[in-house]
């Protein structure tokens, strides 16, 4: 009944080709429209929906508290083995800071605190010191103008500038005190004038909306940063615009160099595998039709463009390229006599008589003949694979995730239209092509298939059939083996989701010694950020963690609580610890004593309530806070909050973390401290904030993705059991099909674990891959070798006809996507190269799961029926 099916329909595509090439490339054109008429978004992680207490948390402080919209950029000058705290290094500050000031444009986007570093509160020290002994009534204490400063810093000798350094870092003075800390790095000794580096924030404005990057503020950092390079030695700067600008361009200079060599590649492998560039042709303007599909899909449904959708083209193309070839090839073994069956093909060939073999009198069978009998014998194969695979990855529909949904949509709409392109357009498409040429310019297209007659290709994949007739049991139990051993690795893998790592990392010196155009620049921002997060507190996005307190936050234990816990941070959390041992979290314990050494009511107000001298209110704390409210509003609601009739619901600690670590490292220490918190006070304390939010985030988002994994791999199970029962009244294929994908993904996993590549959102989606193509290349050798062995004698001849004819379409169809992939393990930045190297591993993993464990399984259930009957 199948041979059938597929007959009736290979021949409907043949005798009416013509019709079939227009009608595909008009659906084609309405279709792609839909890239050009839908709207597609950037979608990004965090707008995916997780319900959690962190985001509930987040949602809270945002409402109460409000959200902080500035863009925070941070200048690092360093001299290792020097100091940067001298009259000249401050002064250089300055006048950077001068420079900048003086640009419209980038002053513009500038707020009003602008640049805040050490060099700004030594110039201020020295123009109050000048104004004292230049006044002869009460001392001017206005902020100070940036050109006062300069010219105050610029009026003393070096001795007199360190003299006045040594009074702003003292931790007793008034002038700066253990607030300059937050300047220098963590290794900074109290006391000392000298430093290795120091830092100083820039606050930008945003006022981009609240669904827009601040693009302006992003273009200023990367305009200040080249300002910064021309007047220090040795320094950065470091923020969101200066990372976009060299991820994209470290992207541009990965694809300058490694395009050519990925096409050649390609190119290459498919002109080896085809040997006609007619073929090579179709098959690109094939995968041309696909990606036209794909883009418009993506249009008409208005499905965002996220990381998750980056592998889905990669998928569709690998797919094309394998199912071009075992179209093609199909079609030449069936005009070059291979295929059984070819005795019994008789037509009439474009009007020229056929024989009983179904020859013409040029004696190969003709371009029609000769792809009616190949798609019947591969279309069946070609659908079951497009069934398969687009159902499974169809079945992630169900996640409670749009962005998981978008991936299961896109990627099965994109596998519908491989099997479009290849299983109608390009048949079609072929006979029409071979006819012209073949009939017009006397053109032979009757190729060798490849891996066929006695080709080195031949030879190779006639030792996995001998593999897989002499030992399939040892085959089998080796390839499960190293499948248990990949699995036990997988364990092991870091699920971590570090921000750090898609930073580009600076080029090997093969590449810079690239001619012109194909010199990459050079790359420091991923050493940059190691050396930010390692030595300072950070401002800005993914820096800063928050602790959301409920409950009575005027009971004294509440505040005991929230002191004893950050007094008890480690140098070995991610929490930033400052110079002197302190923790680098501000709350209401820090905004109360802040607060009373600059203020004589708040500190009259301690003194009463203060019964135990520890700095901290234990008696009457809502009456305190009434205090702290009157004298400083903005600040005491940063770290507490007052409804609107003067009671006070919660509090919060704003955590500064280091900016390079994992999310879910710096999301596991800030639980700890909200649970120090609350196990010791009366109240309930919870963990939220960016990085939070990005480490529940990605583990909710990975665990969906593994859940999709298996669901995909149960449902495609269900589909090829009912498939083959159906079709060979055989239950066992199903599980003999897709046992070598598991396997293959199981090898994929350990090898991840092995080169310490982490298996988080990121990679999840790429392993996807390994289901993709493991189970197209799977049923493409299950479906041949049942086909085969229906017509031929005996099993090693059924074995030998899968192997050499089916094997080479995979082998060609690997090498070629592997090639072309797996190049991008060179690229600079590391998500292209993570990319490239999980993609190149899968499908070799899956190509020789294929050809070694699954013929192997297919030889020993032959015998296991042949024992049983």
């Excluded at 209110?617 to 809502?622: F, L, R």
Aim: aromatic share 6%.
């Amino acid at each position: 009944m199948s041979g059938g099916i597929g007959r009736r329909y290979a021949n409907f595509v043949v005798s009416h080709s013509r019709l079939v090439v227009v009608l595909v490339l008009l659906l084609t054109a309405v279709i792609a429209a839909g890239a050009a008429i839908g709207e597609s978004e950037d979608g990004e992680i965090g707008q995916f929906d997780v319900d959690s207490e962190e985001t509930e948390a987040l949602d809270e402080i945002d409402a109460t508290y409000g959200t902080d919209d500035g863009v925070v950029a941070q200048l690092v000058v360093r001299d290792e083995g020097g100091d940067v705290l001298t009259k000249e290094s401050l002064l250089e500050g300055l006048y950077l800071q001068q420079e900048v000031r003086e640009d419209d444009d980038l002053n513009a986007t500038l707020d009003e605190q602008g640049f805040v570093g050490l060099e700004n509160i030594v110039a201020t020290a020295a123009v109050f010191e000048d104004r004292a002994a230049d006044a002869n009534g009460p001392p001017d204490t206005s902020e100070p103008t940036l050109e006062e400063g300069i010219e105050a810093l610029e009026s003393r000798s070096d001795a007199e500038v360190e003299a006045l350094l040594a009074d702003v870092l003292d931790p007793d003075s008034n002038r700066g005190g253990e607030d300059a800390y937050e300047f220098l790095p963590t290794s900074y000794e109290p006391g000392e004038t000298e430093a290795e580096s120091r830092i100083t924030f820039i606050f930008q404005i945003d006022d981009s909306g609240p669904d827009e990057e601040p693009q302006a503020a992003y273009d200023a950092q990367v305009e200040i940063d080249g300002l910064v390079d021309e007047r220090f030695d040795d320094a950065f700067l470091f923020g969101q615009g200066i990372t976009d600008a060299a991820s994209s361009s470290a992207v541009g200079d990965s694809f300058a160099i490694i395009t050519p060599v990925a096409l050649v590649l390609v190119l290459g492998v498919l002109a080896i595998t085809y040997r006609d560039v007619v073929d090579v042709l179709i098959a690109v303007f094939g995968i041309a039709v696909v990606m036209a599909w794909l883009a418009g899909i993506q249009g008409w449904l208005e499905i965002p463009s996220s990381q998750l959708l980056i592998a889905v083209p990669f998928l569709l193309i690998g797919l094309s390229i394998d199912y071009a070839l075992h179209v093609v090839m199909r079609y030449r073994e069936a005009r070059a006599g291979e295929l059984e069956g070819a005795q019994s093909q008789s037509a009439t060939e474009n009007g020229e008589p056929v024989d009983a073999h179904g020859e013409t009198d040029g004696g190969v069978i003709g371009t029609r003949a000769g792809m009616t009998l190949g798609l019947s014998g591969v279309v069946l194969a070609l659908g079951a694979a497009t069934v398969s695979t687009g159902v499974g990855f169809l079945s992630n529909v169900v996640s409670p995730l749009p962005a998981i949904q978008d991936f299961a949509i896109l990627s099965a709409g994109g596998i519908l239209a491989t099997f479009v392109a290849f299983a109608v357009l390009v048949p079609a498409l072929k006979v029409e092509v071979d006819d012209v040429l073949e009939n017009r310019f006397g053109r032979n297209q009757a190729k060798q298939p490849f891996g066929t007659g006695t080709s080195v290709v031949n030879r190779v994949l006639s030792r996995f059939v001998a593999l897989a007739r002499r030992a399939p049991l040892a085959v089998v139990l080796i390839g499960f083996l190293l499948a248990t051993g990949g699995a036990y690795g997988a364990t092991t893998i870091d699920t971590e989701f570090n921000q750090a790592d898609f930073l580009p990392e600076d080029a090997p010196e093969w590449a810079k010694s690239l001619p012109g155009p194909l010199a990459p620049d050079t790359y420091t921002i991923s050493d940059d950020a190691a050396y930010l997060g390692a030595n300072f507190a950070e401002r800005g996005e993914g820096s800063q963690t928050q602790i959301l307190i409920r409950g009575d936050v005027t009971d004294p234990d509440a505040l005991v609580a929230m002191d004893d816990a950050i007094r008890g941070v480690g140098d070995d959390s991610t929490i930033i610890v400052r110079p002197g041992g302190a923790a680098a979290i501000d709350g209401p314990p820090a905004a109360i004593r802040e607060l009373a050494s600059e203020n004589e009511s708040v500190a009259a107000a301690l003194e009463e309530r203060d019964t135990t001298g520890d700095g901290l209110p234990n008696e009457d704390v809502a009456g305190f806070y009434d205090v702290l409210f009157d004298v400083d509003p903005d600040r005491a609601s940063e770290v507490i909050y007052r409804t609107d009739d003067a009671s006070y619901e919660t509090s919060r600690l704003l955590v500064s973390v280091q900016g390079d670590a994992a999310a879910q490292t710096v999301a596991d220490d800030t639980r700890d401290l909200a649970a120090a918190i609350q196990s010791a006070g009366p109240v309930t304390a919870v963990a939220a904030g960016g990085p939070v939010t990005t480490a529940v985030v990605q583990d909710a988002l990975l665990e969906t993705l593994v859940q999709a994994f298996a669901i995909t791999l149960v449902v495609i199970l269900v589909f090829l059991t009912a498939l083959y029962w159906v079709r060979h009244r055989a239950l066992s294929l199903g599980v003999v099909t897709l046992a070598p994908v598991v396997a293959a993904l199981a090898w994929l996993l350990g090898a991840m674990a092995l080169l310490d590549l982490p298996f988080n959102s990121e990679t999840a989606v790429i392993t996807s891959l390994a289901i993709g193509l493991g189970v197209d290349y799977s049923i493409h050798v299950g479906e041949r070798f049942i086909d085969e062995r229906d017509d031929r004698e005996s099993l090693e001849d059924a074995l030998a006809a899968t192997i050499t004819g089916t094997g080479g379409a995979l082998l060609g169809s690997a090498a070629t996507t592997a090639a072309g992939f797996g190049v991008l393990a060179l690229a600079l930045a590391p998500p292209l190269q993570r990319f490239g190297l999980v993609t190149g591993l899968s499908i070799i993993f899956a190509f020789v799961a294929c050809l070694t464990v699954l013929p192997c399984l297919l030889v020993l259930r032959e015998r296991v029926l042949a024992r049983a009957g």
